[in-house]
Protein backbone atom coordinates (compact mmCIF):
# COMPACT_ATOMS: atom_id res chain seq x y z
CA UNK A 1 0.00 0.00 0.00
CA UNK A 2 2.84 2.22 0.67
CA UNK A 3 4.54 2.26 -2.47
CA UNK A 4 0.97 2.31 -3.92
CA UNK A 5 0.75 5.97 -1.69
CA UNK A 6 4.48 7.08 -2.87
CA UNK A 7 3.90 6.70 -6.95
CA UNK A 8 0.40 8.86 -6.45
CA UNK A 9 2.32 11.76 -4.00
CA UNK A 10 5.06 11.48 -6.72
CA UNK A 11 2.58 12.05 -9.68
CA UNK A 12 1.44 14.98 -7.83
CA UNK A 13 4.66 16.45 -7.19
CA UNK A 14 5.94 15.94 -10.79
CA UNK A 15 2.36 16.95 -13.02
CA UNK A 16 2.28 20.35 -12.15
CA UNK A 17 1.53 23.49 -14.66
CA UNK A 18 4.29 26.38 -14.84
CA UNK A 19 0.66 28.51 -14.99
CA UNK A 20 -2.65 27.43 -15.12
CA UNK A 21 -6.15 29.66 -16.73
CA UNK A 22 -9.36 29.28 -18.62
CA UNK A 23 -7.59 29.14 -21.72
CA UNK A 24 -5.42 26.00 -20.26
CA UNK A 25 -8.31 24.48 -19.09
CA UNK A 26 -9.82 24.56 -22.96
CA UNK A 27 -6.45 23.68 -24.50
CA UNK A 28 -6.23 20.73 -21.73
CA UNK A 29 -9.92 19.73 -22.16
CA UNK A 30 -9.71 19.40 -25.21
CA UNK A 31 -6.47 17.65 -25.80
CA UNK A 32 -7.87 14.90 -23.20
CA UNK A 33 -11.21 14.57 -25.42
CA UNK A 34 -8.85 13.81 -28.72
CA UNK A 35 -6.59 11.62 -26.95
CA UNK A 36 -10.16 9.42 -25.69
CA UNK A 37 -11.23 9.66 -29.20
CA UNK A 38 -8.39 8.43 -30.79
CA UNK A 39 -8.10 5.28 -28.24
CA UNK A 40 -12.19 5.02 -28.96
CA UNK A 41 -12.26 5.54 -24.87
CA UNK A 42 -15.94 6.70 -23.73
CA UNK A 43 -14.95 9.22 -20.81
CA UNK A 44 -16.39 12.10 -19.84
CA UNK A 45 -13.96 15.16 -18.39
CA UNK A 46 -14.18 17.91 -16.04
CA UNK A 47 -11.90 20.37 -15.39
CA UNK A 48 -13.13 22.65 -12.63
CA UNK A 49 -11.68 25.78 -10.36
CA UNK A 50 -12.08 25.49 -6.79
CA UNK A 51 -15.08 28.31 -6.69
CA UNK A 52 -16.56 25.34 -8.53
CA UNK A 53 -17.13 27.07 -11.98
CA UNK A 54 -16.97 24.42 -14.58
CA UNK A 55 -14.07 25.84 -16.98
CA UNK A 56 -14.43 22.83 -19.49
CA UNK A 57 -16.74 19.80 -19.63
CA UNK A 58 -17.12 17.16 -21.94
CA UNK A 59 -19.75 14.63 -21.70
CA UNK A 60 -19.32 12.22 -24.66
CA UNK A 61 -22.16 9.64 -25.83
CA UNK A 62 -22.42 6.60 -23.99
CA UNK A 63 -21.98 8.61 -20.95
CA UNK A 64 -24.83 10.49 -18.56
CA UNK A 65 -25.63 12.17 -15.53
CA UNK A 66 -24.61 9.42 -13.44
CA UNK A 67 -21.52 10.43 -14.99
CA UNK A 68 -21.98 14.21 -13.70
CA UNK A 69 -22.82 12.73 -10.44
CA UNK A 70 -19.70 10.75 -9.81
CA UNK A 71 -17.64 14.18 -11.62
CA UNK A 72 -19.39 16.08 -8.39
CA UNK A 73 -18.20 13.71 -5.99
CA UNK A 74 -14.38 13.43 -7.49
CA UNK A 75 -14.22 17.40 -7.20
CA UNK A 76 -15.86 17.69 -3.84
CA UNK A 77 -13.41 15.30 -2.85
CA UNK A 78 -10.25 16.28 -4.34
CA UNK A 79 -11.22 20.28 -3.44
CA UNK A 80 -11.62 19.48 0.46
CA UNK A 81 -8.68 17.03 0.97
CA UNK A 82 -6.23 18.75 -1.69
CA UNK A 83 -5.18 15.78 -3.05
CA UNK A 84 -6.12 13.22 -6.05
CA UNK A 85 -9.48 11.35 -5.18
CA UNK A 86 -7.42 7.99 -5.30
CA UNK A 87 -4.57 9.03 -3.14
CA UNK A 88 -7.33 10.02 -0.53
CA UNK A 89 -9.37 6.34 -1.04
CA UNK A 90 -5.89 4.80 -0.20
CA UNK A 91 -4.75 6.82 2.45
CA UNK A 92 -8.47 6.28 4.15
CA UNK A 93 -8.09 2.92 3.72
CA UNK A 94 -4.51 2.29 5.10
CA UNK A 95 -5.45 4.31 8.24
CA UNK A 96 -8.91 2.33 8.77
CA UNK A 97 -10.77 5.51 8.00
CA UNK A 98 -14.51 6.62 6.74
CA UNK A 99 -15.99 9.67 5.26
CA UNK A 100 -18.31 9.36 7.87
CA UNK A 101 -15.57 9.27 10.62
CA UNK A 102 -15.57 12.84 9.38
CA UNK A 103 -18.94 14.22 9.41
CA UNK A 104 -18.58 13.84 5.07
CA UNK A 105 -21.55 11.34 3.30
CA UNK A 106 -20.54 9.13 0.09
CA UNK A 107 -23.70 10.98 -1.39
CA UNK A 108 -21.44 14.13 -1.54
CA UNK A 109 -17.84 12.80 -1.74
CA UNK A 110 -16.24 9.77 -3.91
CA UNK A 111 -13.06 7.73 -2.39
CA UNK A 112 -12.06 6.61 -5.50
CA UNK A 113 -10.09 7.37 -8.93
CA UNK A 114 -10.73 9.92 -11.58
CA UNK A 115 -10.51 13.40 -9.65
CA UNK A 116 -6.66 15.04 -9.47
CA UNK A 117 -5.61 18.04 -8.34
CA UNK A 118 -4.86 21.39 -10.10
CA UNK A 119 -1.42 22.99 -9.10
CA UNK A 120 1.19 25.45 -10.79
CA UNK A 121 4.68 24.45 -10.07
CA UNK A 122 6.18 26.50 -6.71
CA UNK A 123 2.75 27.16 -4.85
CA UNK A 124 1.45 23.98 -2.79
CA UNK A 125 -1.95 25.56 -3.18
CA UNK A 126 -5.19 23.15 -5.35
CA UNK A 127 -6.68 25.71 -7.57
CA UNK A 128 -8.66 23.34 -9.44
CA UNK A 129 -9.41 19.42 -10.40
CA UNK A 130 -9.03 17.70 -13.23
CA UNK A 131 -12.22 15.10 -13.58
CA UNK A 132 -12.63 11.54 -15.75
CA UNK A 133 -16.02 9.16 -15.26
CA UNK A 134 -16.54 6.42 -17.14
CA UNK A 135 -14.08 3.95 -16.50
CA UNK A 136 -13.02 1.45 -14.26
CA UNK A 137 -11.53 4.18 -11.32
CA UNK A 138 -8.18 3.47 -11.18
CA UNK A 139 -8.20 3.80 -14.98
CA UNK A 140 -9.78 7.11 -14.87
CA UNK A 141 -7.08 8.12 -12.78
CA UNK A 142 -4.19 6.75 -15.27
CA UNK A 143 -6.53 8.24 -18.30
CA UNK A 144 -5.76 11.90 -16.29
CA UNK A 145 -1.99 11.00 -15.50
CA UNK A 146 -1.19 10.23 -18.92
CA UNK A 147 -2.70 12.96 -20.76
CA UNK A 148 -1.01 14.97 -18.09
CA UNK A 149 2.23 13.75 -19.24
CA UNK A 150 2.43 13.99 -22.67
CA UNK A 151 0.60 17.46 -21.91
CA UNK A 152 2.97 18.73 -19.62
CA UNK A 153 6.18 17.05 -21.23
CA UNK A 154 6.61 15.12 -17.76
CA UNK A 155 6.90 11.10 -19.00
CA UNK A 156 9.05 10.41 -15.87
CA UNK A 157 5.49 10.68 -13.68
CA UNK A 158 5.45 7.31 -12.66
CA UNK A 159 2.21 5.13 -13.42
CA UNK A 160 -0.16 3.64 -10.59
CA UNK A 161 -0.04 -0.18 -10.98
CA UNK A 162 -3.28 -2.10 -11.26
CA UNK A 163 -5.33 -4.65 -12.68
CA UNK A 164 -8.23 -5.34 -14.05
CA UNK A 165 -11.30 -6.44 -11.42
CA UNK A 166 -12.84 -9.82 -12.02
CA UNK A 167 -16.06 -9.19 -14.14
Known sequence: ????????????ELLQFPCFNHNTAYELG???????QKQNITIAVSIRM????????????????LNQKWMER??????LMERSSLLSALIFEQDG????S???STIDYALCGGGFPIRIKGNSTVI???IASNLYHIADH?????????????PEAPDFPYTLPDK
Open 1 to 12: MNKKIEILKKQE
Open 30 to 36: TFMVSRA
Open 50 to 65: NNGCIVFQHCPDGTNL
Open 74 to 79: KFNTVS
Open 97 to 100: DTLE
Open 102 to 104: HGL
Open 128 to 130: GTI
Open 142 to 154: EFIIDCLKEFLHR
